[in-house]
T-cell receptor, first 112, second 111 residues
């Protein structure tokens, strides 16, 4: 069972470059999420998609865009990367309201 | 801004002891609560879900919920060195559409 798959696992960018992080789930879940995790800051929600065709901002959306391509896939785009966006990015999905989220393995992103 | 608060620790317990992890949340409308375990360099892994006041047991883990006090706890009995990790508490927002995570408590179990 693949669950939630994130690509790439590691990436180094230069300031100003753009990049798309990919996430796909094979559990037929309705909702998908993007988080960033920084030391001492916990998991912070960037964007989420409660269902196919909808997206909403989370706590820290500035500098990011998302696309819910279909029910399986939810991508996160950095249009002009900044060093402050150096972080570990996690994608998660869940089936329905008030159910637990299942996480991918994460993407470790460094911006120089 | 709705929040989930946890003591960052580290919480240190000897092998075989009971580890008690605590969490408070600010959104009175939250209906679901979760405990995740995260090993260093890994992704969060679901341990327990709890939706009703009282205790819920699963093996060595017991989750406790008190909605009146807005308090959630996780007890780990017979703690093992393999339990050493960061434990994240999360509550769903009132609409149930997203989770709010605490910053986590680091647990260290010594053999």
């Amino acid at each position: 069972n693949a669950g939630v798959t994130q690509t790439p696992k590691f990436q180094v960018l230069k300031t100003g470059q753009s990049m798309t992080l990919q996430c796909a789930q094979d559990m037929n879940h309705n909702s998908m999420y993007w988080y960033r995790q920084d030391p001492g800051m916990g998991l912070r929600l960037i964007y989420y998609s409660a269902s196919e065709g909808t997206t909403d901002k989370g706590e820290v959306p500035n500098g990011y865009n998302v696309s819910r391509l279909n029910k399986r896939e939810f991508s996160l785009r950095l249009e002009s990367a900044a060093p402050s966006q150096t972080s570990v990015y996690f994608c998660a999905s869940r089936d329905s309201l008030n159910q637990p989220q299942h996480f991918g393995d994460g993407t470790r992103l460094s911006i120089l | 801004q709705k929040e989930v608060e946890q003591n960052s620790g580290p919480l240190s317990v000897p092998e075989g002891a009971i580890a008690s992890l605590n969490c408070t949340y600010s959104d009175r409308g939250s209906q679901s609560f979760f405990w995740y375990r995260q090993y260093s360099g890994k992704s969060p892994e679901l341990i327990m879900s709890i939706y009703s006041n009282g205790d819920k047991e699963d093996g060595r883990f017991t989750a406790q919920l008190n909605k009146a006090s807005q308090y959630v706890s996780l007890l780990i009995r017979d703690s093992q060195p393999s339990d050493s990790a960061t434990y994240l508490c999360a509550s769903a927002n009132q609409a149930g559409t997203a989770l709010i995570f605490g910053k986590g408590t680091t647990l260290s179990v010594s053999s």
